[in-house]
């Protein structure tokens, strides 16, 4: 079970829109339409984002998007804002009741 | 609201076991699986587990078979995560988090504020 893969950081400034991807295999990523990705600002608990690869849960903003090809998921935060500034992890089922995690990817708003 | 509340930070000797509680409100308990996730210092999210609160059903990650026990008790809400034979490599925020299927896959809805164990040799 090896952890997704992701840029270790990413930047961008405010009003700027920043991607950050995650890569897996075809037994993960590729053999899955169902990535979710969270956010965890400094000592704080994660917090979903987008699941289901495009779907956001309420009272996230539209500026959090999520996309899919093939094997690499991808994140887009449009309209950078300061309290975008935090670490971002995507996950995905590896099949049998068995979850994975990218590497996670720091985003510092300049 | 939905809750999930953990129980507090550990400092254990390498050798010995934990136990993290997690403890849910503001939903029917029995009606989602919990998940154990953790972090290391400056390191990612690692997805340790899950349990069923219904039928005490488990499912362990390969790293952690044989070293993580996840038993619940219903009638307070609350589920239970041991790790015995404790190392170094231990030491991390354990998280539980509310499993949450959205018709078409599951994804981790709800999170308790975590559980510093330091494991000390």
């Known amino acids: 079970q090896s952890a997704l893969t992701q840029p270790r950081s990413v930047s961008g400034s405010p009003g700027q829109s920043v991607t950050i991807s995650c890569t897996g295999t075809?037994?993960?990523?590729?053999?899955?339409?169902?990535v979710s990705w969270y956010q965890q600002h400094p000592g704080k608990a994660p917090k979903l984002i987008i699941y289901?690869?495009?779907k956001r849960p309420s009272g996230v903003p539209d500026r959090f998007s999520g996309s899919k090809s093939g094997n690499t998921a991808s994140l887009t935060i449009s309209g950078l804002q300061a309290d975008d500034e935090a670490e971002y992890f995507c996950?995905?089922?590896?099949?049998?009741?068995?979850?994975?995690f990218g590497g996670g990817t720091i985003l510092t708003v300049l | 609201q939905v809750q999930l509340v953990q129980s507090g930070a550990e400092v254990k000797k390498a050798g010995a076991s934990v136990k993290v509680s997690c403890k849910g409100s503001?939903?029917?308990?029995?009606?989602?699986?919990i998940q154990w996730v953790r972090q290391a210092p400056g390191q990612g999210l690692e997805w340790m587990g899950w349990?069923?609160?219904?039928?005490?059903?488990?499912k362990f990650a390969q790293k952690f078979q044989g070293r993580v026990t996840m038993t619940g008790d219903t009638s307070i809400s609350t589920v239970y995560m041991e790790v015995t034979r404790l190392t170094s490599d231990d030491t991390a925020v354990y998280y539980c988090?509310?499993?949450?299927?959205?018709?078409?896959?599951?994804?981790?809805?709800?999170w308790g504020q975590g559980t510093k164990v330091s494991v000390s040799s």
């Open positions: 289901d690869v495009t």
């Open positions: 349990i069923d609160p219904n039928s005490g059903r488990t």
């Open positions: 503001g939903y029917t308990f029995t009606g989602y699986f």
């Open positions: 075809t037994s993960d990523l590729g053999d899955s339409d169902y």
């Open positions: 988090a509310r499993d949450w299927y959205t018709g078409w896959s599951d994804v981790f809805d709800f």
């Open positions: 996950s995905s089922s590896e099949g049998n009741w068995v979850w994975l």
